[in-house]
C-alpha cells in the first residue's frame, strides 16, 4: 500500500533488522532486534501476528504489529522514526492494522501504552480507542500500561 507522502507499508523481512534499529530501536542492538523480528516472523507464518513496515528511500522507518488473541487483537511495537513522525504514518498504521484484525475475525483491539504518554493517548483515543483497563508490570517504565480498546464493528452483508 503506496501514500502520497513517499512511503509504503509491506510486511516485515528479516532484513529490516538493520533498518529498524536504526530509526526504530537505537537503544537496542541489531542482534536484539533482529531475534525479536525473526520471532514476530515466525509468529505471522504460524497466523497468530501481523507485522508491518513502513518503507521509505528503500529503507524501513516504521513497524507495528497485531498480535492475535481470538476474539481479541493487540496492537504493539509501533514506533516510527523520529524525523517521520506527524506525517501520519502512526494513524495509517494503525488503521491498516484495524482493518487486518476485522479480516481475522477479531471481536476488539487493544493498544497498550504509557498513562503520561498525553500525545499516544490523544492519537488513540481520536482513533476510536477507549481507556479499558490499566495494568502494573515490570516492562514498562513507570511499572503501569493503560490499554485502551476499540470495539471492531463488521460491516451488515447485504442478501
Excluded: K
Amino acid at each position: 500500500m503506496s501514500h502520497d507522502l513517499g512511503y509504503s507499508f509491506r510486511p516485515a523481512r528479516p532484513a529490516d533488522a538493520l533498518a529498524l534499529q536504526r530509526h526504530c530501536f537505537p537503544t537496542q542492538s541489531v542482534e536484539e532486534v533482529a531475534s525479536y523480528l525473526n520471532w514476530c516472523l515466525r509468529q505471522a507464518e504460524s497466523g497468530r501476528l501481523v507485522r508491518l513496515v513502513a518503507e521509505a528511500n528503500g529503507e524501513a522507518i516504521a513497524n507495528a504489529q497485531l498480535t492475535l488473541h481470538g476474539e481479541i487483537a493487540e496492537i504493539g511495537s509501533l514506533v516510527v522514526a523520529e524525523n517521520y513522525r506527524g506525517c501520519g504514518i502512526g494513524t495509517a498504521l494503525i488503521t491498516t492494522l484495524l482493518e487486518a484484525a476485522r479480516m481475522h475475525g477479531a471481536q476488539a483491539v487493544e493498544i497498550g501504552v504509557q498513562p503520561d504518554n498525553e500525545d499516544a493517548c490523544a492519537l488513540y483515543t481520536r482513533l476510536g480507542f477507549v481507556p479499558h483497563r490499566q495494568v502494573e508490570t515490570r516492562y514498562a517504565p513507570g511499572g503501569r500500561v493503560l490499554y485502551l480498546r476499540q470495539t471492531i464493528t463488521t460491516p451488515l452483508s447485504l442478501p
